[in-house]
Nanobody, 114 residues
Framework: QVQLVESGGGLVQPGGSLRLSCAAS????????MGWYRQAPGKQRELVAA??????TYADSVKGRFTISRDNVKNTVTLQMNSLKPEDTAVYYC?????????WGQGTQVTVSS
């Protein structure tokens, strides 16, 4: 089993920045990818960014604004979010995948509003 604990998030004005962090514990040797998803009210959960080996993937809507970083020694993944927009408002979930299992954090709220 893998446990994911997120930190960061909060309220920020449009154009501002936030940094989300996620720490994995437990059977971290089994993790092959880590990333972030988000879910806005009334919408499906969607991939924001993911890191697999040396490959990173971003949703088109966040390319050039968000950066994902992964530390395989510390078993952490961070999401630096710049130039935030109101449409980035959502609950952000840390995700890890390994040994045919999906693991999720508890979610952290990000609200972009003036």
């Amino acid at each position: 089993q893998v446990q994911l604990v997120e930190s960061g998030g909060g309220l920020v004005q449009p154009g501002g920045s936030l940094r989300l962090s996620c720490a994995a514990s437990g059977s971290t040797f089994s993790i092959v990818s880590m990333g972030w998803y988000r879910q806005a009210p009334g919408k499906q959960r969607e991939l924001v960014a993911a890191s697999h080996s040396s490959t990173t993937t971003y949703a088109d809507s966040v390319k050039g604004r968000f950066t994902i970083s992964r530390d395989n020694v510390k078993n952490t993944v961070t999401l630096q979010m710049n130039s935030l927009k109101p449409e980035d408002t959502a609950v952000y979930y840390c995700h890890a995948y390994g040994q045919l299992q999906n693991y999720w954090g508890q979610g952290t709220q990000v609200t972009v509003s003036s």
